[in-house]
């Protein structure tokens, strides 16, 4: 090519031109790629995250009834005689327990 030719110049020009948009190219493929593996990642997560969502519901609704059957033995015993007290202290303490063992059984089992 010779130094004065118009067209060469251009050419050269045209040359550094495409060379620097391959690279841009080639950085964009990369970034999109690690879009790529971060989206993954998010709907992984998102995926576990749903999972114990519906755990910690399904666990809730059982402390739920199980507070409503506390409930209703207490109005229950409430009803009855003074002698009955013993009966609902026990009960109180057996649910308030059962419900210590299923946080704790509930937590455990996340893990």
Request: glycine fraction near 4%; include cysteine; charge should be neutral.
């Amino acid at each position: 090519m010779n130094e004065n030719c118009k067209d060469c110049i251009q050419i050269e020009n045209l040359k550094g031109s495409i060379k620097s948009l391959w690279h841009v190219t080639n950085e964009i493929k990369d970034q999109n790629k690690d879009f790529e593996k971060r989206i993954n990642d998010l709907e992984v997560n998102k995926g576990e995250t749903t999972k114990q969502l519906e755990s910690i519901s399904s666990f809730l609704e059982r402390i739920e009834k199980a507070i409503s059957t506390l409930t209703s033995e207490i109005t229950n015993i409430k009803n009855k005689p003074l002698q009955e007290y013993e009966k609902l202290k026990w009960v109180v303490i057996t649910g308030f327990a059962s419900s210590i063992i299923g946080v704790v059984l509930g937590m455990m089992s996340k893990k």
